[in-house]
């Protein structure tokens, strides 16, 4: 179970031991350190439509082939960092995923070859500005703001195939599912992916969303909890002046 975290204005990665990490030859406590999105993606390779029950709550065909968008690095967040609703959406909603994040660098990966350049799994929350998806026709907008992709808190090895996903809003539940409803697992998903574009490490595939996405408001809580990796938790905020943000970046 790796972490990234910051602590004495220092960015450090290591392995997580109960409540501590062990990085650089000592133990930090989780809370004393500010957790840092636990992989650096040159991309997040998003999949749209990927579970069952999700394409049938839409009236939709299974794909046949999957669905891919990418959203930019510059949208991940790690846990407990602020959701900055945009001005320009009214309708920001949720989508709790699965995540695997890239261990190898890689091209033309065989399904069964996957595991190998796997470093492990996180949650996410392809977070998306759903009335702006609908008006432009194609999603990068909608995808893409700052914050948008929450990821964390730690990358853990997993066998994916199998785990209970829920997202909770303010503790109540919006989703619950499981990745065996995956229409495409984990390693077809890398296989296709890897068959189009080079993948580096830190690289995250998300894996879409299954039934019961809902929107968010200033004040909300939002958790994804995949089983066995924790709780991604992330407090949603109201619009940030844009000249807040530039003095804040
Ligand atoms: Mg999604």
Redesign the pocket.
């Known amino acids: 179970m790796i972490a990234r975290f910051l602590f004495d204005g220092v960015v450090r990665a290591g392995e997580v031991h109960g409540s501590s990490i062990e990085a650089d030859g000592r133990a930090y406590e989780i809370g004393e350190v500010e957790l840092l999105p636990p992989a650096e993606p040159s991309k997040v390779v998003?999949?749209?439509l990927n579970y069952v029950l999700h394409a049938k709550e839409l009236k939709m065909d299974l794909p046949t082939e999957p669905i891919i968008f990418l959203k930019p690095s510059t949208a991940v967040i790690g846990p407990g960092a602020d959701i900055v609703m945009p001005p320009s959406s009214n309708q920001v909603d949720y989508?709790g995923?699965l995540a695997a994040v890239i261990g190898r660098r890689c091209r033309y990966v065989p399904a069964g070859e996957a595991e190998d350049y796997i470093l492990g799994y996180a949650n996410f929350n392809?977070v998306?500005a759903r009335d702006l998806q609908r008006r432009d026709g194609q999603w990068t907008r909608a995808k893409s703001f700052d914050t948008f992709a929450p990821l964390g808190p730690y990358v853990v090895e997993a066998d994916p195939s199998s785990l209970a996903i829920e997202t909770r809003v303010n503790g109540r539940v919006g989703q619950s599912s499981n990745t065996s409803d995956l229409i495409f697992s984990i390693p077809e998903l890398v296989e296709f992916i890897s068959g189009i574009m080079t993948l580096l490490p830190g690289d995250v595939i998300?894996s879409?969303?299954p039934p019961g996405v809902g929107s968010l408001s200033a004040g909300d809580v939002v958790e994804v909890e995949v089983e066995g990796l924790g709780v991604l938790r992330n407090p949603v905020v109201g619009v940030v002046e844009p000249s807040d943000q530039n003095r804040l970046s």
């Open positions: 998003c999949v749209g989508e995923e392809d998306t998300a879409g969303t």
